[in-house]
């Protein structure tokens, strides 16, 4: 049985850097030290086995896949193995640097996070609940799962592994929050560039700029019923995400202290069940449709950016390599088949 410190319901606000801060020693100390404990691994493995033993799996070409494996991670990969090794190595140090940028953390004696990268968007697919996303972040008791595939090669392919790890954050914190906010924020983080031992946070997501052709009202977007995944850019002209970054975005960084105070409260109401709509009518007492003309449409174009250090040293980049055994990616891949069939 695994013992877990007792986790904050609160709603989880990320307090940025001051501009330049360099992060105190002890920030930058491993929070994740303790998560290191890996002994309960088989255990979560046969309970996936119990699970699935049943149910016929796609893409297992066993001999194409490996285990890559560091002091936080767990990943199996049938893809390039240069190209595994990039992504898990951006992952690896965008984990070190998230530790300063959120106070979310993994909590003691969680498992290594399991990650799955496929070779191909189809197989992706075949093991995904949704066909419109890149990536995918869930639970299975406690271990936390990252899905995604190497096939977009360089940036957006590390930027959508680090995005599911923001969520796996959030699973964890288990502090209810908005979608807006959960996808903002998972944007904003994931976005941070790593240059040598500095970090710079808040600007915009490479992959997703220039999108602001079109603006969906932030009425809808703020809405508990608002569906991202369905807001697909080629059929609306709109990238809802890049909107989410942005209004995540103006909250943290932008906002004056009297909004930032706002922003906490419609956060406790939501954390508390008052529906999205209503508590930021209530917390920051206007209509969320006034947030594009009144305030993120200047916004858009003066977003300011903020640098940080952290201790590369701690980045656990040396990941072992192993072949795959089928019987141990067999259960994986079965077990994500049949989440995405539910
Ligand atoms: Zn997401």
New binding site residues.
């Given amino acids: 049985m695994i013992r877990y410190r007792a986790l904050s319901r609160r709603a989880a606000i990320f307090t940025p850097p001051k501009r330049g801060a360099t992060g105190s020693p002890s920030q930058r100390h491993m929070k994740f030290e303790h998560w290191r404990t890996a002994l309960q691994w088989p255990v979560a493995i046969v309970f996936v086995l119990a699970v699935v033993a049943s149910v016929p799996v796609l893409a297992t070409d066993a001999d194409t896949w490996k285990v890559y494996e560091n002091g936080y991670f767990k990943a199996f990969s049938n893809a390039e193995e240069s190209d595994a090794l990039e992504i898990l190595r951006d992952l690896e140090i965008f984990r070190l640097v998230s530790t300063q940028l959120s106070p979310v953390y993994i909590p003691e004696g969680a498992l290594k996070t399991l990650a799955v990268i496929f070779r191909t968007r189809r197989e992706f697919k075949q093991h995904s609940p949704q066909n419109q996303v890149l990536g995918y972040a869930t639970f299975s008791k406690n271990l936390g799962i990252i899905v995604s595939s190497s096939s977009d090669r360089g940036i957006e392919a590390r930027h959508v592994i680090r995005?599911?790890f923001v969520?796996i954050l959030q699973l964890y914190h288990q502090a209810r929050l908005p979608n807006w906010y959960?996808?903002g924020l998972?944007e904003v983080l994931s976005a941070v560039d790593i240059q040598g031992r500095e970090f710079t946070v808040g600007e915009l997501p490479g992959w997703r700029r220039n999108r602001l052709s079109k603006v969906v009202s932030y009425k809808k977007i703020v809405r508990d019923d608002f569906d991202l995944t369905k807001q697909s850019i080629v059929t609306t002209g709109a990238d809802t995400y890049w909107q989410c970054w942005l209004l995540t975005h103006y909250l943290l960084f932008g906002a004056d202290d009297n909004l930032k105070r706002k922003f906490v409260t419609y956060l406790t109401l939501y954390n508390e069940g008052v529906r999205s709509e209503d508590a930021f009518t209530q917390a920051f007492g206007f209509e969320s449709a006034q947030l594009w003309p009144k305030h993120l449409k200047a916004y858009a174009s003066r977003v300011p950016t903020y640098r940080g250090y952290y201790d590369r040293n701690s980045a656990d980049t040396e990941f072992s390599i192993e072949n795959a055994a089928a019987s141990e990616l067999r259960a994986i891949l079965g077990f994500l088949i049949e989440r995405s069939s539910n």
């Fill in positions: 995005h599911e969520h959960r996808e998972a």
